[in-house]
Nanobody
């Protein structure tokens, strides 16, 4: 199982980034997909998840209205569009997969991609 996150970088406050997670080694369409993040000195926190077909998404209150989640089952990828970024969004962002939706600790994790938002 592999999950490869990409798209992180340095952006000014108010800007946008699009994170992508490419996957392999499991039946992507059978798994809910997740994004978590971990800011320096803080615990990892849930950002968003999307159901197997993409019909349902759950977004953390802290990013609701600014972040959107989508998936492409044909390409086995999941994307996190981040708009109106704030300095407090600075974190390492991780994609994850689990057969259950709204799992607290998904089974599979990728390496993180760093997002830095400057003020």
């Amino acid at each position: 199982v592999q999950l490869q996150a990409s798209g992180g970088g340095l952006v000014q406050a108010g800007g946008s980034l699009r994170l992508s997670c490419a996957t392999s080694g499991f039946t992507f369409s059978n798994y809910a997909m997740y994004w978590f993040r971990q800011a320096p000195g803080k615990e990892r926190e849930f950002v968003a998840c999307i159901s197997w077909t993409g019909s349902s998404t759950y977004i953390a209150d802290s990013v609701k209205g600014r972040f959107t989640l989508s998936r492409d089952n044909g390409k086995k990828t999941v994307n996190l569009q981040m708009n109106s970024l704030k300095p407090e969004d600075t974190a390492v962002y991780f994609c994850a997969a689990d057969q259950n939706l709204q799992a607290r600790k998904p089974n599979y994790w990728g390496q993180g991609t760093l997002v830095t938002v400057s003020s």
